[in-house]
T-cell receptor
Framework: DTEVTQTPKHLVMGMTNKKSLKCEQH?????MYWYKQKAKKPPELMFV???????INESVPSRFSPECPNSSLLNLHLHALQPEDSALYLC??????????????FGNGTRLTVT | AQSVTQLGSHVSVSEGALVLLRCNYS??????LFWYVQYPNQGLQLLLK??????LVKGINGFEAEFKKSETSFHLTKPSAHMSDAAEYFC?????????????FGGGTRVLVKP
């Protein structure tokens, strides 16, 4: 069982919809991440939160809006997405964001389809 | 900038045979290297990590990797493949960036295990 929980597992949305992806961890980790993974490709970093503050935004389009309400929760708000945004969205956490000895723990992802 | 290159997008091995997955890194500073495994429809799971304590690193599920600075390599091996080893394997390197623990992945190697 993964210690990082993502909901929903699957999401289908139209280009005019607004939806949110949710991620939760109870390991006391202070860094949380969103990655996007296209089929047969490695994960690509989107955002990093460190101590509930956004520390890295990898030039992600504004139709993706992250939110970290507290140290255990991470949301990704979606609005006006394009079909090419269809992918597996992975959430991860680590004990701290600047520590090299702090591996990432991944959730099982949300498979998003934009129609 | 730091990067990793995985040689071979697909590897096919017979059950009981040696598994060898190749990873070469590029880094201007001492790297911190990781191997992750991804089973179908799941997130990524840490197999092992190199953080300069020892050049031969043992991980879970019988995998190990050796850091060779002279060859800039961090190849992953397992003496005897099992059917359950069929998965996608990613080599990754960290790069310090502000407060973020940015994990950069290689392209991945898909392992097929033949009975």
């Amino acid at each position: 069982d993964t210690e990082v929980t993502q909901t929903p597992k699957h999401l289908v949305m139209g280009m005019t919809n607004k939806k949110s992806l949710k991620c939760e961890q109870h390991m006391g980790h202070r860094a949380m991440y969103w990655y996007k993974q296209k089929a047969k490709k490695p994960p690509e970093l989107m955002f990093v939160y460190s101590y509930e503050k956004l520390s890295i935004n990898e030039s992600v389009p504004s139709r993706f809006s992250p939110e970290c309400p507290n140290s255990s929760l991470l949301n990704l708000h979606l609005h006006a997405l394009q079909p090419e945004d269809s992918a597996l969205y992975l959430c991860a956490s680590s004990q701290e964001s600047g520590g090299y000895n702090s591996p990432l723990h991944f959730g099982n992802g949300t498979r998003l389809t934009v129609t | 900038a730091q990067s990793v290159t995985q040689l071979g997008s697909h590897v096919s091995v017979s059950e009981g045979a040696l598994v060898l997955l190749r990873c070469n890194y590029s880094s201007s500073v001492p790297p911190y290297l990781f191997w992750y495994v991804q089973y179908p429809n799941q997130g990524l799971q840490l197999l092992l990590k190199y953080t300069s304590a020892a050049t031969l690193v043992k991980g879970i599920n019988g995998f190990e990797a050796e850091f060779k600075k002279s060859e800039t390599s961090f190849h992953l091996t397992k003496p005897s493949a099992h059917m359950s080893d069929a998965a996608e394997y990613f080599c990754a390197v960290t790069a310090f960036k502000a407060a973020g623990n940015k994990l950069t992945f290689g392209g991945g190697t898909r392992v097929l295990v033949k009975p």
